[in-house]
């Protein structure tokens, strides 16, 4: 896994989303996020614990490509604006729910109850 810094993450991440569309790419981009601990478990054994501000990583994965990044409380407000824009603008992929076929089940439903 690759530990990209703010803007790289961003810019790999479109990337990412890109090969997903070709043809033959894997298909789906998997992005999950996790607060990070405040303080750090090795430093902990040998000194007492520091309290840094929190932090959160962001990862995202397409088949074996792994990036990801780790942002700052006070930065998170500025990296989430640009990754809102990216996720936006890589949503125009995504498979509309076909709901023909609850339709006809609830209407099918409601038919053999009168």
Known sequence: ???????????EL?????????EGGHGSVFLTCKKMPSEDKYLRKKKPA?????????RATLGKAKISTT???DQLEKFNAGYRVTLVSNMDSLK????SKKRRTNQAMRADSM
């Open 1 to 11: 896994m690759v530990l990209l810094d703010n803007d790289q993450f961003l810019f």
């Open 14 to 22: 479109n990337k990412l989303f890109e090969r997903s569309k070709k």
């Open 50 to 58: 520091v309290k840094a501000p929190p932090s959160c990583i962001f």
């Open 71 to 73: 942002v700052a409380a």
């Open 96 to 99: 509309k729910k076909d709901k």
